[in-house]
């Protein structure tokens, strides 16, 4: 899947590139055939958990060069990525991951999938642990179902952020990005 040129500077990806969305889509497909790993990969209780697994190795076998995303990346990195992604059920187009939050989870509800409070919360986890359990509770109240490309790519920004330096630059910064996805849908 490409970025599309129309797309809103918010809406491009911050670290996944062209390269690395049909590898990991791929992947995800393979998990329905292989619900073991994925079982595997929801049992995980933290990041670390996830190196453990076969299923991670399946997953970083079957990306290019061994390699996931073709920026280098700690591997602990792409595992909190597998993990997030084994706990979604079904692909969603269209919508970001952060604009799903606040959608209802049916048609006709008026509540947002998830709280603001909650969304706030996400937002501001202090570190990989804590934003990984934080994130599997965003799928879940999403019933599982989430774009799998922003969700990955949120991850991945979130990671990076955390690691280094935030961008000076407001709308480069993922809770900037989360959070103008998140109350535009509100306001919908």
């Known amino acids: 899947m490409e970025q599309n040129e129309t797309q809103s500077p918010q809406e491009r990806f911050r670290v996944l590139q062209p390269e690395d969305c049909k590898p990991l889509l791929a992947w995800w497909y393979w998990l329905d055939d292989n619900r073991g790993d ?17 299923a991670f190795a399946h997953f970083v076998q079957q990306m290019p060069d061994g390699r996931w995303p073709s920026r280098q990346l700690p591997i602990s990195d792409c595992a909190l990525v597998a993990a997030a992604l084994a ?25 947002a999938a998830m709280s603001e409070l909650r969304f706030q919360q996400l937002q501001k986890s202090r570190d990989p642990d804590e934003f990984f ?4 509770r965003a799928i879940a109240l999403l019933g599982h179902e989430a774009n799998l490309l922003s969700l990955a790519d949120g991850i991945l920004h979130w990671l990076l ?9 407001p709308l480069k910064r993922l809770t900037v990005r989360w959070a103008s996805d998140y109350y535009a849908a509100l306001k919908d």
């Open 133 to 136: 359990r934080r994130l599997c």
């Open 38 to 54: 994925r079982a595997q990969l929801r049992r995980a209780e933290s990041p670390e958990d996830i190196l453990l697994t076969p």
């Open 161 to 169: 952020e955390h690691r280094t330096q935030v961008d000076r630059e």
């Open 87 to 111: 706990r979604v059920k079904r692909q969603r187009q269209g919508a970001s991951f952060a604009r799903s939050l606040a959608q209802p989870r049916q048609a006709g509800e008026g509540r």
